[in-house]
């Protein structure tokens, strides 16, 4: 057995996973799946997509034909072909521990769940690998992917010159601890997604009257953090983590796999306010400072090291927990348009949810597919009712002008 070592950059985020739920699709079991994986693994023994994952050794083990064998058997799991619930397909890959797949798969009525570590990649070669396989397996052939480029220094540390020369980037400060009285708490990790094929048109026409210059991304995130309040549950509306992918500053023939993102905690005016949403992210776009943010973490890995496995959660929260709110825009999945969809746009599943939230914190994770807006929500049922939150993410894809404070 070969084995490659894990770069600095896929160390970094080797603590955080990634799973991504779509479909329905024609054509797309648990059998064919197996066998796209089967031909990857033929073609290519190394591709990460098709290795085993070493946490403790920071390393990437490429497995023989007959190993591999039994391993994708594990790693791609059949639901059937009965109706399923794609919020419960995502909820079962959560609650599995992390290990040694970094890959793993759960296919039922034509839906598709994986679950990605992090050290793969970020949401940019997550989309291309399970556009690939879904595309396989409905076609009945082997998976083709590239090795794919891992290291990012050399990109990184370009784009930071370019852009600073040798001048560092100021790091954002990240929320002060609560003084509030503190109650016995355990995790409950829960998704909750929601969507429409309406309200991104809708939005648009109300943002060409009102405010033309705002995004729709800074709209819907003013709209979910004032909808969290609305529902009464109080929201630190100080700030918020907002999650960037910094492909932006590179240049145009130049492609990254794997992770080329980092979040920063911003403060806007005003966190329902899209205008003041949208003023802060654009500055802070402009400023490029998230990439200083993830040139010294690469050299921090690089010398130190990174844990393999995430902190352990606290027994303890406040007595009546604030919302602390990440945001995470995917952008538009048009590479997913060709797919054998059995469904039209706004009926179709694109959850994207992390596998791993703060005590108090909610990520809302948004994306575009054919025009339909894509929310999810990952959080600790044990801090909010979910049903609360339910209602937050239906105001904002039922109405969110109705909620938003545009002053």
């Not at 600095?8 to 479909?23: C, D, F, H, K, M």
């Not at 798969?105 to 679950?115: D, E, L, R």
């Amino acid at each position: 057995m070969s084995v490659t070592s894990l770069k600095p950059s896929e160390q970094a985020w080797l603590p955080l996973e990634n799973i991504r739920t779509v479909g329905p699709f024609y054509g797309v079991t648990a059998e064919r799946m197996r066998n796209a994986l089967v031909g990857l693994h033929a073609a290519d023994p190394t591709h990460r997509a098709v290795s085993r994952l070493d946490r403790s050794g920071a390393r990437w083990e490429h497995l023989d034909a007959g190993a591999f064998a039994l391993y994708v058997s594990e790693a791609v799991s059949d639901l059937g072909d009965w109706t399923v619930d794609i919020d419960e397909m995502a909820s079962r890959l959560l609650a599995e521990p992390r290990g040694h797949h970094p890959l793993r798969v759960v296919v039922g009525a034509g839906y598709v769940a994986v679950k990605v570590s992090h050290a793969y990649g970020d949401a940019v070669p997550v989309n291309e690998l399970l556009r690939e396989l879904v595309q396989a397996a409905a076609e009945g052939r082997a998976a083709t992917l590239p090795s794919g480029h891992r290291s990012i220094r050399r990109p990184l540390t370009r784009a930071w010159l370019q852009r600073f020369g040798l001048w560092p980037a100021r790091e954002c400060a990240g929320p002060e601890a609560s003084g509030e009285p503190l109650r016995d708490w355990s995790p409950q990790l829960t998704v909750l997604s929601d969507r429409s094929g309406e309200v991104l048109s809708h939005l648009r026409r109300w943002r060409d009257e009102r405010a033309p210059e705002v995004t729709t991304t800074a709209i819907t995130f003013a709209a979910f953090a004032g909808a969290l309040r609305d529902v009464g549950l109080d929201p630190d509306l100080s700030g918020a983590d907002f999650h960037i992918d910094a492909r932006r500053y590179l240049e145009p023939d130049v492609h990254v796999d794997g992770n080329f993102a980092g979040a920063v905690r911003l403060s806007p005016r005003d966190l329902t306010d899209p205008r003041a949403v949208h003023a802060t992210l654009q500055a802070e776009l402009a400023s490029g400072r998230i990439l200083g943010t993830m040139l010294r973490r690469e050299a921090e890995i690089a010398v130190r090291g990174a844990p393999a496995m995430p902190d352990p959660y606290p027994s303890k929260i406040t007595e009546t927990p604030r919302p602390r709110i990440t945001f995470s825009n995917q952008g538009r999945h048009d590479v997913l348009s060709d797919l054998p969809w059995t469904v039209d746009a706004g009926s179709r599943a694109n959850l994207s949810v992390p596998t791993l939230a703060e005590p108090e914190g909610i990520t809302l994770t948004t994306s575009e597919l054919n025009g339909a807006l894509h929310l999810a929500a990952t959080f600790h049922g044990s801090a909010y009712d979910p049903e609360v939150i339910a209602r937050a993410l239906d105001m904002v894809c039922t109405n969110p002008a109705g909620i938003m404070a545009l002053r």
